[in-house]
């Protein structure tokens, strides 16, 4: 069975990268993508993917809050938080907002195929700066 992907940042630039980056994976779908998190939780809960995309700091809500809500509203729903916060505060913070993983985005090209993959697996996944 495939995995169904929501990708949630609100720079465009950064979606249409991480759509390369995932989207030739076989067996992976890209099957929207969200600009806020009141769109992603809206999309979540419609959509029903396997695993959210999300980054933290965006317009409207942020990707925490956005993250408590899934949770809340679709938890069969994998969160995996992506984010240029290279913050072990924050990274607790993520972790008890219900995320199943944490990417810092310098850490996205070597590491989020493998965190997209655990995630799908029900598998925490960190990749962090040191």
Known sequence: ??????LVD??????RGLKHLLGVQPGWEI??????????????????????????SMPRMGGLEACRLIRETAPRCEI???????????LQEAL????RGYVVKS???SDLRQAV???????SFVAFDC
Do not use: Y
């Open 107 to 109: 850490k996205a090209d």
């Open 80 to 90: 995996l938080i992506l984010t240029q916060h290279n913050s072990t505060q924050m």
């Open 96 to 99: 008890n907002a219900g995320a």
């Open 31 to 56: 099957i929207d993508e969200a600009a806020d998190g009141v769109e992603a939780v809206e999309k979540a809960q419609r959509l029903d993917p396997d695993v959210v995309l999300l980054d933290i």
């Open 1 to 6: 069975m495939g995995t169904r992907i929501l």
């Open 10 to 15: 609100d720079h465009p630039v950064v979606r």
């Open 117 to 123: 993959q655990a995630a799908k697996e029900h598998r």
